[in-house]
Nanobody, 122 residues
Framework: QLQASGGGSVQAGGSLRLSCAAI????????VAWFRQAPGKEREGISC????????YYSDSVKGRFTISRDNAKNTTYLQMNSLKPEDTAVYYC?????????????????WGQGTLVTVSS
């Protein structure tokens, strides 16, 4: 399973770091991504990282503010979120791709974390 943590409530302009720990399997052969889902909206893929971190992807909505990274020795992936905006408010999910790259297609991912809530107030 994947365990996501690190969510919370912050004011606009603040920062949070989300963590995604894999339990029971290793992440080092798969890409990992972060998705988010705001109330009433579809799940949105916001960032993805390849198995050893050599390539990353960011959606336009978070580019320049969020940074994805991974520590395969700890079997954990991170999402550093800076300059948070109220529109970043959502439940954030981490997911393991079925192969070495998953992009933002929900169907490309087979294991999902339980989600962690991020609330950004203005």
């Amino acid at each position: 399973q994947l365990q996501a943590s690190g969510g919370g409530s912050v004011q606009a302009g603040g920062s949070l770091r989300l963590s995604c720990a894999a339990i029971g399997f290793t992440l080092d052969v798969n890409a990992v991504a972060w998705f988010r889902q705001a109330p009433g909206k579809e799940r949105e893929g916001i960032s993805c990282i390849t198995k050893i971190g050599q390539s990353t992807y960011y959606s336009d909505s978070v580019k320049g503010r969020f940074t994805i990274s991974r520590d395969n020795a700890k079997n954990t992936t991170y999402l550093q979120m800076n300059s948070l905006k109220p529109e970043d408010t959502a439940v954030y999910y981490c997911a393991r791709a079925q192969s070495t790259w998953g992009g933002t297609r929900v169907g490309a991912y087979d294991y999902w974390g339980q989600g962690t809530l991020v609330t950004v107030s203005s």
